[in-house]
């Protein structure tokens, strides 16, 4: 049996690993000597050649020296490995004492502010958030709100119809009957409704096909017009200045009886006539009202028993007020120069500085 062939797989392995100086050249030695191809698999194949007696011995120098080239390799490979990553922590290495880079910091959408300064408000008098489906049924956006299909103030929302009995909704008040729904008769019922709304609207500089709107509902055992009204003027001053006053002007809608709109004094000429007002010293800002009894009767409730009001407002338009903006459509353009002229203020509010 000849053995010089081993010892020499051995030798010229040792010549060569000790050139070795990086793992791509290791990878490549160890495919040289270990792989299918390679030369310890090729002393391997040589034992056909061998008599039957002579294969034991032969095929465990082999592998003695299979063991060798394997330890070897993996020794070599912890070093390299070692020493690269001491290399690339020198070449990463981080000079604390260099400025850090500034970043832009982003500022709040004024609808977002907005919507946010009216969820705080009433959440700060016990009201819930409720929220619902922005694709809705038939009977929730207009059925259970005192609105038959036949009923012709459905012509006040022109409605994106998915099929006959689905919709876009046009406001947020399934919300309203929902949650009532779920109540089973039983009050109190305290919420606010916030959320996006759709109607087939042209888009100019005061209308939108989708816009945002805020509903109130409170329902309960002795519920009066005057808890409305307090209720309206507390968030008049605290959304526009504690000057400010509301007014009632009777108007028409079917889910409230009776119904009102509700008007602020003018902000920017204290009553006394301006553009933002045209010249009346009020600007109109939501309409509300004392739930309608149908209403009420539809979702569970007893009407002789429960009353309620309701209100609702668009955040938008009262942001467009707030701020001096005078199209709708800035807020949905994503344009970065007109939201960066909004920046946080110390007391949590927003100014615009150009506008």
């Known amino acids: 049996?000849?053995?010089?062939?081993?010892?020499?797989?051995?030798?010229?392995?040792?010549?060569?690993?000790?050139?070795?100086?990086?793992?791509?050249?290791?990878?490549?030695?160890?495919?040289e000597y270990l792989g299918k191809k390679g030369k310890v698999t090729g002393l391997m194949k040589e034992m056909k050649n061998l008599s039957n007696?002579?294969?034991?011995?032969?095929?465990?120098?082999?592998?003695?020296?299979r063991t060798y080239i394997t330890e070897a390799i993996e020794r070599r490979g912890e070093v390299l490995e070692e020493a690269a990553l001491e290399e690339k922590l020198r070449e990463e290495t981080i000079d604390v004492t260099l400025p850090?880079?500034?970043f832009s910091l982003g500022s709040p959408h004024p609808l977002s502010r907005t919507i946010e300064d009216i969820e705080d408000f009433?959440?700060?008098?016990?009201?819930?958030?409720?929220?619902?489906?922005?694709?809705?049924?038939?009977?929730?956006?207009?059925?259970?709100?005192?609105?038959?299909?036949?009923?012709?103030?459905r012509d006040m929302q022109d409605t994106?119809?998915?099929?006959?009995?689905?919709?876009?909704?046009?406001?947020?008040?399934?919300?309203?009957?929902?949650?009532?729904?779920?109540?089973?008769?039983?009050?109190?019922?305290?919420?606010?409704?916030?959320?996006?709304?759709?109607?087939?609207?042209?888009?100019?500089?005061?209308?939108?096909?989708?816009?945002?709107?805020?509903?109130?509902?409170?329902?309960?055992?002795?519920?009066r017009m005057s808890d409305l009204k307090g209720t309206l003027e507390l968030f008049a001053k605290e959304i526009f200045g504690a000057e400010r006053e509301i007014r009632l002007r009777p108007s028409y809608f079917p889910f409230t009886e009776p119904s009102v709109e509700v008007d602020i004094s003018c902000f920017k000429c204290k009553g006394a006539g301006c553009n933002?007002?045209?010249?009346?010293?009020?600007?109109?800002?939501?309409?509300?009202?004392?739930?309608?009894?149908?209403?009420?009767?539809?979702?569970?409730?007893?009407?002789?028993?429960?009353?309620?009001?309701?209100f609702g407002m668009g955040p938008d338009r009262i942001a467009m007020l707030k701020y001096g903006i005078e199209d709708i459509r800035h807020?949905?353009?994503?344009?970065?120069?007109?939201i960066n002229q909004f920046k946080a203020t110390e007391d949590g509010g927003a100014t615009n500085e150009s506008i």
Not at 5 to 31: H, M, P
Not at 176 to 182: G, K, L, P, S, V
Not at 192 to 212: E, L, M, N
Not at 331 to 338: A, H, I, P, Q, S
């Open 1 to 31: 049996m000849d053995t010089a062939g081993i010892l020499e797989v051995r030798q010229s392995f040792d010549d060569a690993i000790s050139d070795v100086d990086n793992l791509n050249a290791l990878q490549q030695l160890k495919v």
């Open 53 to 65: 007696e002579e294969r034991p011995e032969y095929g465990a120098k082999v592998n003695e020296v």
């Open 100 to 102: 850090g880079r500034t």
């Open 122 to 153: 009433f959440l700060g008098l016990g009201y819930e958030i409720a929220e619902g489906y922005e694709v809705e049924t038939d009977y929730y956006n207009f059925e259970a709100l005192n609105l038959p299909k036949s009923h012709p103030a």
């Open 160 to 223: 994106f119809y998915i099929s006959e009995e689905t919709l876009l909704r046009t406001h947020t008040s399934p919300v309203q009957a929902r949650t009532m729904e779920a109540q089973e008769g039983r009050g109190p019922v305290k919420i606010i409704c916030p959320g996006k709304v759709y109607r087939r609207d042209s888009d100019d500089a005061t209308h939108s096909h989708q816009f945002t709107q805020i509903e109130g509902l409170v329902v309960d055992r002795n519920i």
């Open 276 to 310: 933002v007002c045209k010249g009346t010293g009020w600007i109109e800002i939501l309409g509300a009202g004392m739930v309608h009894p149908n209403v009420l009767e539809m979702a569970g409730f007893d009407p002789d028993e429960y009353s309620g009001f309701a």
């Open 331 to 338: 807020f949905y353009t994503n344009d970065l120069r007109f």
